[in-house]
């Protein structure tokens, strides 16, 4: 059976130079189980998700039914229900910036990693480094955002699926041809279609909580949890990769 195309997890450690994973992975914040189908194909001997939502747990037990070496579990990343020290790398994308406590959740995902095992993060940038004009779009998506995300569930999902066309032609597709556009979200290399453009635009808008980071901050996540950073790296966003100390 062919593995499932490659999504934010491939795209991170490409950006990072970063070694594929060996041994027991977890996926801090599965979603809809997309990346962890994916490492779960990749050689590694067990793949583990952990997700908070029903919805998520749901889509992923599907995604992940044609492979014995994933799992997913539900549970919280600021409570993670596993022991100590029992995984061989970890990675979360975009989970840790929306929680109540993001430094708690990189410290218990440092937490179930052995020494010297690899952790990539994912979290959105402050716009800190960019203009004026990217700052006040910023400003003004949040605060749309901050209603969207009262939403039903449901509704929420319908209403990212009515606007995935729009963002595919305007953010996208340009990113693909024109060099002045790869600095615009939800950019081709890791969204490769339409499809592939409604989980993230989910992510997106159904999370109440959304907390943004410089370079600089990104990387001290990951120093405050007992962790050394090897590498970071811009992708609409920063890319950490670390590893337990």
């Keep these: 059976m062919t593995a499932p195309v490659h ?17 027991r992975v977890l996926d801090a914040g599965c979603g809809e189980g997309i990346d962890l189908a994916s490492v779960s194909f990749s050689g590694v001997s067990k793949a583990i998700g952990v997700e908070l939502s029903d919805g998520g747990i749901a889509a992923t037990s599907a995604r992940i039914s044609a492979s014995s070496r994933a799992a997913v579990a539900q549970g919280n990343v600021l409570s993670l229900p596993f022991a100590d020290q029992i995984f061989d790398g970890a990675y979360s994308y975009g989970v840790v910036h ?3 406590d993001p430094e708690r959740a990189v410290r218990e995902i440092a937490r179930v990693l052995r020494p010297g095992a690899p952790m990539l993060l994912y979290v959105y940038e402050d716009f ?22 009262q ?17 595919f032609v305007t953010c996208t597709w340009p990113s693909r041809h024109f060099e002045f556009a ?14 592939s453009l409604v989980p993230d635009l989910y992510d997106r808008f159904a999370a109440p909580i959304e907390k943004r980071y410089s370079e600089s901050g990104a990387r001290r996540l990951a120093e405050q949890a007992g962790c050394r950073v090897r590498q970071s790296a811009f992708l609409r966003g ?3 990769w670390a590893e337990k100390i």
């Design 238 to 240: 920063w890319a950490v």
């Design 128 to 149: 800190s480094t960019r203009g004026l004009g990217w700052r006040a779009a910023l400003t003004a998506i949040n605060a749309f955002r901050g209603g969207i995300s």
């Design 7 to 23: 999504y934010h997890l491939h795209a991170m450690q490409v950006a990072l130079g970063a070694p594929a994973f060996s041994g």
């Design 182 to 195: 790869r600095r615009f979200p939800y950019p081709a290399t890791q969204n490769p279609n339409l499809k």
């Design 151 to 167: 939403m039903s569930p449901a509704n929420i999902r319908r209403f990212c699926r009515a606007i995935a066309p729009a963002v």
């Design 98 to 100: 929306h929680t109540i």
